[in-house]
Nanobody, 119 residues
Framework: QVQLVESGGGLVQPGGSLRLSCAAS????????MAWYRQAPGKQREQVAS???????NYADSVKGRFIIPRDNAKNTVYLQMNSLKPEDTAVYYCNVRDSTFYPTRDYWGQGTQVTVSS
């Protein structure tokens, strides 16, 4: 079974930092494309960051320069390092991994973790 377990969410003040983690079982991150999404109340889910299996990354303009995706291959875990957080970053954050071994492609999701940025 493929399972993604997220942790690290919480309350942080504006300008602070937070690191989310996504630990995988049943799938190897370094062999697949992955991404972080977020969904704020009343908003559609949006992609904020992605990493291809070759290690290349892309970031949404709203988080570029503030968020990065470190990866620990030995632990089969990826992270979302969030710096200089703003109130508008408040959302539920989801880890996603795309398995392209099969056709059609399969997507797996973490359970989501709440990030609240407030003073």
């Amino acid at each position: 079974q493929v399972q993604l377990v997220e942790s690290g969410g919480g309350l942080v003040q504006p300008g602070g930092s937070l690191r989310l983690s996504c630990a995988a079982s049943g799938i190897i991150f370094r062999r697949n494309d992955m991404a972080w999404y977020r969904q704020a109340p009343g908003k559609q889910r949006e992609q904020v960051a992605s990493m291809s299996s070759d290690g290349s990354t892309n970031y949404a303009d709203s988080v570029k320069g503030r968020f990065i995706i470190p990866r620990d291959n030995a632990k089969n875990t990826v992270y979302l390092q969030m710096n200089s957080l703003k109130p508008e970053d408040t959302a539920v954050y989801y880890c996603n991994v795309r398995d392209s071994t099969f056709y059609p492609t399969r997507d797996y999701w973490g359970q989501g973790t709440q990030v609240t940025v407030s003073s």
